[in-house]
């Protein structure tokens, strides 16, 4: 297993994320990721597009270092509106397992006022751990 997934003896299985990851290798620290393409421009204001789109873009960064969503130890997302969140969790799931799969590091969301692009509704901040490779 490249990652060691963390979670304590006796506590409630963690859905759709990790406790905690145990990784050693080079990190990459992936800059805050939204959902706009490769020109800065949003194709779309729906949240779930925007969390595609966003996760798209953080997967393009990691293969700048020969790395993919496997490599990921942490996400922490920051969104506008956590109830439109909740509302739209199926499609984001969704989303997310078409991008990333079924790979769940460590992860934190949290309710901002607003997000520096005014048309962004979602922000993720990633690290990845791409193993040395004399240690496989």
Known sequence: MMHEILHPAGWAPAIGYANGVLAEGRTIHLGGQIGWNAAQEFESDDLADQVRQTLDNIVAVLAEAG?????????????????????????????????????????????????????????IQALAVLPDVEKG
Not at 94 to 110: C, D, F, N, T
């Open 67 to 123: 790395a993919g969503p496997q490599h990921l130890v942490s996400l922490t997302w920051f969104m506008t509106d956590l109830d439109e969140y909740s509302a739209r969790l199926k499609d984001i799931g969704r989303a997310y397992r078409e991008v990333i799969g079924r790979h769940y590091p460590a992860m934190a969301a949290l309710e901002v006022r607003r997000l520096v692009e005014r048309r962004a509704k979602v922000e």
